[in-house]
């Protein structure tokens, strides 16, 4: 399997995890739209597959970014490495995401209404695996760590 640097050069910097066309030309993979997807005004494709806001999608980035720098709430995790229990085996971080996922609130708009809970809930999350004296208040309810 190539490296994604060399992927990267075959389709203009994007990486080539979805094909696009046919023919692995620029246009939109949606056949049923007109325009490529990448074309500035909204597609057919656009209308009818929703997209996360930008909102949603920098809460999301940051969160993974503070999750694997091992920065993700300093104040509850400080002095505890939860990198390696979770990023062994593919479940722990799972459940990490399914919390974040979970807790999140979107209004409307698409704008996150409530980053630093949902950080907050996954952090205790990770605390309860890495401290066994660690208890959870409020305790999770299902709703927050059920998988999708």
């Known amino acids: 399997m190539p490296s994604i640097d060399c992927r990267r050069d075959r389709t203009g910097g994007r990486p080539a995890f979805v094909p696009f066309g046919n023919n692995g ?5 949606c056949s049923s739209a007109k325009r490529p997807c990448h074309g500035g005004a909204a597609t057919r494709h656009d209308v009818l597959m929703g997209h996360l806001s930008v909102d949603v999608r920098a809460s999301l980035r940051l969160f993974a970014f503070y999750l694997a720098n091992g920065t993700i709430d300093v104040d509850l995790l400080d002095g505890f490495d939860y990198r390696p229990a979770l990023f062994q085996f593919g479940s722990p971080l799972e459940q990490v995401f399914a919390i974040y996922g979970n807790v999140l609130q979107v209004d409307t708009n698409g704008e996150v209404l409530n980053d630093g809970d949902a950080q907050y809930r996954a952090a205790q999350w990770i605390r309860s695996c890495c401290d066994p004296a660690y208890v959870v208040e409020p ?4 709703w927050e760590t059920e998988l999708h």
């Open 139 to 142: 305790p999770f309810q299902a």
């Open 25 to 29: 030309s620029n246009a939109t993979h």
